[in-house]
């Protein structure tokens, strides 16, 4: 069996998109773990799925598969480089694009800089969004993680997949495998979650590094980067439109509050065209 698919990134952050418009897609999770692997296989962070509409309400469908072949609600990045093969493909006149994921639908629009905006909807910060075991909502969770952590401080949020910000003072000696593997995995998420470390640099910056379920820390998280500034300006540290500098560039955020949508925007590209054989 063979399966065509095209390699891309966004801001390093690399994917798998396979177009499955005019087939199923019917590859099991240990199918997608081996084409995850970065010696054996394509490798990648996350495999991207294009398929054709469910509904008249979007262009096209939009799944997100794991490394470890679990599918998940969101990512960023990937919308961006959904929309890029979209016009790369001329597969539609329409700007923007409207696509549906497992939980809701993206907004992807393509700009004049050739960078592509997602509206990703807007954040909820109620902890049965994420699913999260807090007694209720408070803009400040605490969660014991044991040596040589000790309590951790951090926001919680949603952004169509579960976040929890933390904020440090020391970006580049974070501990975030330890600590975002450990959170990551906390039994109060049931889920599990993507581990965001911000600093805050200005009320207009910060630098940020994400532990991703699944990939484990990236070079940039599109959902990851939505979920800090949003989680900062909530808490009035920051105002719009927020840079997030990640290892692989920067990412625009705006969100003007309350139930208005985050805006996103950054690059994508594609890398290569391929066939894999399975």
Known sequence: MQIRFTKMHGLGNDFMLVDCR?????????????????????GFDQLLVLEASRGPDA?????????DGGEVEHCGNGARCLARYVADKSLSSRNPIRVTTLNRILELRLLDNGNVAVDMGHPDFDPQALPFRAPRRQRQYRLALGAPDGEIRFAALSMGNPHAVIEVEDLANAAVKRIGKALGNHADFPAGVNVGFMRVESRHRIGLRVYERGPGETPACGSGACAAAASGMAAGWLDSPVTVALAGGELQIEWQGGSTPVIMSGPAQAVYEGTAIL
């Not at 005019?22 to 394509?42: H, Q």
């Not at 262009?59 to 490394?67: A, E, T």
């Open 59 to 67: 262009d096209f469908h939009y799944r997100i598969f794991n490394p």
């Open 22 to 42: 005019e087939r199923e897609f019917d590859l099991p999770p240990s199918r997608i773990a081996a084409l995850a692997d970065r010696r054996r296989g394509v």
